[in-house]
């Protein structure tokens, strides 16, 4: 069991502290910041001790925040969010897609990556009856599709892409203001000789039965959704793209469901 520190909510992801700024996407009005969209339900203040473990669906009293970060080194990449990321607490769907794509472009290697996540800010309160261990589960079902193509421009040189689809949950302590890093799980692509379309149901649960709670304390669990995708191209003439939907066409990931520590 790990446990965190206060919590930052920008850490969440694999680019965390590193990423070089906050990326915006076109809405069809206007461009928005990612990271200031925040989809509200009311939340409960408090919640009966439970006597069993509760199964928690949609729609979930929360609040969620999705948001994006890019990194990336040199000036041959662009980036685009068809879809702009939401987690809509209503029906539990996150949407969203992102594109990265990059040519060789000066006398360096340059990379790029970009990182759309979202997660519960706030969630249905509960506590336990008494000190001890206790088991805790998210489950979530995935639909997207992968695009992924890498180019060399000759001999020495390379085009490399991958994206990682990953899901995870933690335990919030209000009381002390902290978290426990439940668990995660995810799936990996990477380009081969010749670019691939590929479509994917996945069906993740995320789970502990170690967890530490503490009697007269008030916890929320707090799932998270990311996609992480990168480029990195040689000095030359090579390129590389990556493209992860799931935002439209069927394809979108949905939170099954939250149980609570029993």
């Known amino acids: 069991m790990e446990q965190g520190a206060n919590r930052n909510?920008?850490?969440r992801g694999r680019l965390g502290k590193r990423h070089a700024r906050s990326v915006t996407y076109g809405s069809g009005v206007a461009a928005v910041l990612l990271g200031l969209m925040v989809l509200v339900s009311p939340l409960a203040t408090a919640t009966p001790v439970p006597a069993k473990s509760v199964t928690l669906t949609a729609p979930y009293?929360?609040?969620s925040q999705a948001y994006?970060?890019?990194d990336g080194s040199g000036c041959g990449y662009t980036v685009a969010f068809p879809v702009a990321p939401v987690f809509n607490v209503t029906n539990g769907v996150f949407s969203g897609?992102?594109?990265?794509?990059?040519k060789s472009c000066g006398s360096d290697e340059n990379y790029a990556e970009v990182e759309l996540a979202a997660y519960f800010v706030g969630g249905q309160s509960f506590q336990v009856k008494s000190n001890g261990t206790y088991s805790a589960t998210v489950h979530w079902t995935l639909k997207y599709s992968v695009s992924l193509a890498g180019h060399s421009g000759g001999s020495g040189q390379f085009g490399d892409s991958g994206t990682t689809v990953s899901v995870s949950a933690y335990l919030e302590d209000t009381t002390n203001e902290t978290e426990v890093l439940i668990g995660g799980a995810s799936e990996q692509y990477a380009n081969s000789?010749?670019?691939t379309t590929h479509s994917y149901t996945e069906k993740l649960t995320v789970t502990d039965s170690t967890l530490e709670l503490v009697?007269?304390?008030m916890y929320f669990i707090s799932p998270n959704?990311?996609?992480?995708?990168?480029?990195?191209v040689s000095a030359g003439?090579?390129?590389a793209s990556v493209s992860v939907n799931m935002g439209s066409g069927g394809e979108s990931g949905t939170l099954t469901s939250i149980v609570e520590p029993s």
């Open 61 to 63: 009293v929360a609040q």
């Open 68 to 70: 994006g970060f890019l």
């Open 9 to 11: 909510d920008g850490d």
């Open 225 to 232: 959704i990311s996609i992480y995708v990168d480029t990195e």
């Open 215 to 217: 009697a007269g304390h």
């Open 97 to 102: 897609s992102v594109k990265l794509t990059e």
């Open 193 to 195: 000789s010749s670019p």
């Open 237 to 239: 003439k090579s390129s």
